[in-house]
């Protein structure tokens, strides 16, 4: 959710109470179990790496991965590994 992001970032400020928009991802996911193939960065100053993970718990898919890039912030470009699990994934799921 955007307060829990929020949160990471500014831990002094009750942003829990404060923030209006809510955009709850994790509760929204709960509502899709398409596959789901999730990659997050292991040095996401944005977004840190343990709300992806909560993310990546509540989604029903029965195919799904979740691909953490060791040392990639949230603004960095994507390594070559990447594009080859994502293919993998993508292959798997499609038969």
Same mark, same amino acid.
């Given at each position: ?18 923030? +209006? ?32 993970? +909560? ?8 195919? +799904? ?31």
């Amino acid at each position: 959710s955007l307060p829990d992001a929020a949160a990471a970032s500014y831990p002094i400020f009750p942003v829990h109470w404060i923030m +209006k928009n809510r955009m709850n991802s994790a509760d929204s996911i709960r509502q899709c179990a398409q596959p789901l193939f999730q990659s997050h960065g292991s040095e996401d100053a944005l977004i840190p790496v343990e709300l992806g993970h +909560k993310l990546h718990e509540n989604s029903p898919a029965e195919s +799904k991965e979740f691909f953490e890039v060791e040392g990639m912030g949230h603004w960095d470009p994507l390594p070559e590994e990447y594009w080859q699990r994502l293919s993998s994934f993508v292959d798997d799921v499609c038969g």
